[in-house]
């Protein structure tokens, strides 16, 4: 494989109109500035956007349109996965590069030699995750098939317990645990677990495996752990992370859009 180079973005919480207001910033207008940032400011040419879901607040149809008609400006494929905000059938059939069909958006691309195996962790109970017992079947005969191969796993939710109560007891993945397990015998080829739900950068390394989260797009949670759920601290802009994935490393650094 060569290098592969691509750009993580998430949470970008469109709302049904551009001055719908969010935490006191405008998603839309976030989103916006992202897009410009990508498409004329990157020393580089990314092979495609990752977002890992929540593209709008509200899954109402008229979001969606207006998240698409934001996010089809840039120069560069995108690929979603499903965040708990968001709404299946809508987003197949207004967002390119989603598998057809209903229920949950499980599928898989390949970018550079690199498969990438996308999991729909919408959960049993808001706003935690979960993978039912036939995902983590089909997450299985994703990792076998591709023995020998590198593979990204992409969810929303937080895979792993952190070191912080409140995103440990509100953003988990609830079985994370049984997505560790099926992932744990292959963590010699995977080169990432890449995730959103928390608005903040992140790593955590776990049995091995190396698990990293993007900022959302229009802002940050900062200390989650030391605020309470509604006077969170929000004034940190949103931003977005480089991932390089090489036959022997993950490399990611994260970037503030800034003022
Ligand atoms: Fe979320």
């Known amino acids: 494989m060569s290098i592969l180079r691509f750009i993580h973005i998430s949470d970008t919480h469109i709302g049904t109109t551009p001055d719908y207001i969010l935490y006191g910033y405008s998603p839309a207008v976030e989103a916006r500035r ?32 207006l998240a698409w008609e934001i996010l089809r400006e840039l120069r560069y494929p995108i690929y979603f996965a499903r965040g708990n905000h968001d709404e299946p059938d809508t987003m197949r059939r207004v967002l390119p590069n989603l598998p057809q069909g209903s229920g949950r958006i499980d599928y898989t691309f390949a970018q550079k ?34 023995a020998g191969q590198p593979v990204v796993v992409v969810v929303h939710h937080l895979p792993t317990m952190t070191d912080n109560p409140w995103l440990d007891q509100h953003m988990t993945i609830e079985n ?7 992932l744990a015998s292959h963590r010699d080829h995977i080169q990432g677990v890449f995730f959103g739900h928390i608005h903040v950068p992140s790593t955590t390394f776990r049995q091995g495996i190396l698990c990293s989260s993007a900022s959302a797009a229009f802002s940050q949670f900062i200390f989650p752990d030391v ?15 480089l991932v390089t994935i090489t036959p022997e490393r993950t490399w990611i650094s994260h970037h503030e859009l800034g003022a």
């Open 176 to 182: 994370h645990d049984a997505l560790f397990a099926a």
């Open 34 to 65: 992202l897009v410009d940032y990508l498409n004329h400011r990157l020393p580089f040419e990314p092979d495609f956007i990752l977002h890992t879901g929540d593209v709008t607040y509200d899954p109402d149809p008229v979001a969606y349109e």
């Open 113 to 146: 030699g690199v498969q990438f195996i996308v999991l729909d962790s919408f959960g049993l109970v808001q706003p935690r995750g979960y993978l039912e017992a036939s995902q983590l079947q089909w997450l299985t005969q994703q990792l076998e098939a591709a």
């Open 227 to 241: 605020y309470p759920v509604d006077r969170l601290d929000v004034t940190a802009p949103g931003g977005f992370s």
